[in-house]
């Protein structure tokens, strides 16, 4: 049994008014000479974006359109009939998917546009917790934090996108290698270790290694891997010529495996159990569409989720959907009625853990 579901990793945003993807276009539509037409506006920033989502495998019609706390409790409404429990409390996790992700102002005011939200009452679930958007190694970083700490207490946590990729068409969010050990990142990040806050890692699986130096030099800071360790090509093409062979898929799995089971000896490492449906894994070249249903889902995800699971242990896992990006390929509950087929017989202490108490323990939501 479940005894409620956290939803630790979900993106609201409104292209409008958020600090997002299309921010930068989006708001041409508010200008005045041409806010009559907002629609056309809203058209032409997807077209200045379309290379950006076709790396990020992202389908338009998501990144195009605003993303709610109804919009969610639309869809979380569907998961009493899949899981028999709703979803009381979601995680928001920024939402800075280009551009860079060490603009203070600009994360701060994503902040203040989620908190400005309407969470909870009917259908809606609370808003537990924030992880904003910030660079360790930015000389403003440590400012940025206090001020946005000191905005709301709801800010748990911090997100760095440090992915790289030798494939081109492949997103890349920093070209240099060796970033976590940099004088100036770790400084960044002995602040973000003594404001108590969660680091969020958002990298490649063969990038794991990194996370292991990091993990031993600061034992009493969470670090939580994303999306579970992202093995970018592992059930199909990606890219240019990424997982395009059996054998090269069986190679990245390979290798991930590895990462998995030596990051796993870190007792402040986390693993979330999120991106179950992302483009980026190689469900397919198309964006929408291309995992075919919960059952499908679960025997593709199947081994990587009793991996990690059985590396990591029950208290170690956490779940997050990553709505609304992954619903073209898998809408809300066929991630979660996927994810049950997976783990449901591994007992109600491992259920009760990743879906909900794991969460609340880290983001301290009551």
Do not use: C
Not at 85 to 90: K, L, P
Not at 148 to 157: D, F, K, N, S
């Amino acid at each position: 049994m479940i005894p409620g579901i956290v939803d630790a990793h979900v993106h609201f945003y409104d292209p409008m008014k958020s600090t997002w993807a299309l921010s930068r276009y989006a708001r041409v539509a508010t200008m005045p000479v041409i806010n009559r037409f907002p629609r056309p506006a809203l058209w032409m920033s997807g077209m200045l974006t379309k290379k950006f989502e076709r790396l990020l495998m992202i389908d338009p019609s998501i990144v195009r359109t605003a993303y709610e706390p109804r919009h969610y409790g639309a869809e979380a409404a569907t998961l009493h009939r899949v899981a028999g429990v709703g979803v009381g409390s979601v995680v928001h996790m920024e939402s800075h998917w280009s551009g860079d992700t060490s603009d203070a102002a600009s994360s701060f005011d994503e902040t203040r546009y989620v908190t400005g939200l309407s969470f909870g009452g009917g259908r809606v679930p609370d808003l537990g917790a924030i992880v904003v958007a910030a660079d360790p190694a930015h000389p403003g970083f440590a400012a940025a934090i206090d001020a946005q700490t000191g905005y709301t207490p709801l800010v748990r946590g911090v997100r760095y996108k440090w992915s790289r990729h030798a494939d081109p068409q492949v997103t890349q969010w920093r070209r240099e290698s060796g970033v976590l050990g940099s004088p100036d990142f770790l400084r960044g990040f002995e602040t973000l270790a003594d404001a108590g806050l969660v680091f969020h890692s958002f990298a490649y699986s063969h990038q794991l290694g990194e996370l292991d130096l990091l993990a031993r030099r600061f034992p009493e800071t969470t670090i939580v891997v994303e999306h579970l360790g992202l093995p970018v090509g592992v059930f199909g093409p990606v890219g240019a010529d990424t997982g395009t062979t059996a054998a090269a898929r069986a190679e990245i799995l390979g290798l991930w495996k590895e990462r998995i089971a030596m990051l796993a000896a870190r007792p402040n490492i986390v693993v979330k159990v999120s991106g179950l449906a992302l483009g980026v894994l190689g469900y397919g070249r198309e964006t929408a569409g291309t995992v075919g249903g919960r059952g499908v889902l679960a025997e593709m995800i199947g081994p990587l989720v009793l991996h990690v699971v059985d590396r990591f242990g029950p208290d170690r896992v956490v779940f997050g959907s990553d709505m609304p990006i992954d619903r073209p390929n898998a809408p809300l509950d066929v991630v979660v009625g996927a994810l049950l087929d997976v783990v449901a017989d591994r007992g109600d202490y491992l259920l009760g853990q990743l879906f909900a108490r794991n969460a609340q323990r880290i983001y301290g939501i009551s």
